[in-house]
Each structure stands twice: as C-alpha cells, then as structure tokens.
C-alpha cells in the first residue's frame, strides 16, 4: 500500500493498495519526483521467481507492466524520477537496463551482474558488480560508454559498498 502521511504524522490517506512484492532491498519505490511507483509483481509459480515489473502513476492509474523475468538487483530511480535502473536473469548473465516510463528499455551493455546501483544525478549512476567474484565499481551515463572507477582483478570475497552523498 502506498499511503501519504501528513509532516506532523498525524494523519494519512490511502492512495494505492495492490499486491507487490515486498523486499527489504527496496525493489518497491515511489519516484523522487512523487509521480510515479515502480514495483514487482510475482507471476506464473512461486517457484519460478519470474515477476512483472510495473510502472503507474502513485495512485495506481496509468498501469503498465514494463518488463517481466527474473530480476537480479535492486530497482533504483534516478534522482530526477523520468528514468530507473534495473536488471533481468541470474548470474552470470544478469543484463542491465535503463527505463523510462512511456520508452523501450535501453540495453546497458558493455556490462554485466549488477549487485548494487545508486544514481548520482539524472544521467549518472554507480553500479557494482560480480563477475565470478571479480568486484568492480563503475560509473554509467545515460547513452554512454560505462567507466571503471574500481576492480578487484581477482575474486573478492566482500562485497563493495558506496554511498552517493548529493
């Protein structure tokens, strides 16, 4: 359920209920820029782990399922809300994606197995990967080629952690 709660918390309203998948990683999000949720929605059998990526405005209105498998990362809007970032299949072949309510999905591909993103700004985002357990730390563009800002060359067991300070 997706509620807005006065400053002060004394009061709210309901204003969008429907089954989505919890998740503590954060695969649930309304947009920064308040207009639009972004969430997943089991399909087929629970077994599968295959969910419909959904995209509609807060109130629920304007409903489209924007992608359906298996996904990998955590869901994450850029800081502007017009794009989001996330990726479809298992490892080692999870592929990442950059959407936009009302666009086709952009293809990032000169990487793979995204374990954690954080945009930025509105074009820019960190992504960490896994690569067999080599860790690399990245920035993307929106539209342009990935930099490499860290990698492990060889498998790491740690995770890498950042925090984008805006």
């Not at 299949?89 to 952009?106: F, K, L, R, T, V």
């Not at 074009?123 to 800002?149: D, K, Q």
């Amino acid at each position: 359920s997706l509620w807005r709660v006065a400053a002060d918390g004394l009061s709210g309203e309901l204003i969008f209920s429907t089954l989505m998948q919890y998740n503590i990683r954060g695969d649930t999000g309304v947009s920064p820029n308040l207009e639009k949720i972004l969430y997943l929605v089991r399909t087929g059998l629970p077994t599968e782990n295959i969910y419909n990526l959904v995209v509609s405005n807060v109130d629920g209105s304007d409903l489209v399922v924007y992608a359906t498998g298996y996904f990998m990362n955590t869901l994450a809007w850029s800081t502007d809300g017009l794009r989001f970032f996330y990726s479809l299949g298992d490892m080692p072949a999870s592929q990442p994606y950059i959407g936009a309510p009302g666009m086709p999905p952009e293809l990032v591909a000169d990487f793979a197995n995204p374990m954690d993103v954080r945009w930025v700004d509105a074009n820019r985002y960190l992504v960490t990967t896994n690569e067999g357990g080599r860790r690399r730390l990245l920035l993307g563009s929106v539209g342009a080629p990935t930099g490499l800002i860290y990698d492990s060359l060889t498998p790491y067991d740690d995770q890498i952690t950042f925090s984008v300070n805006r």
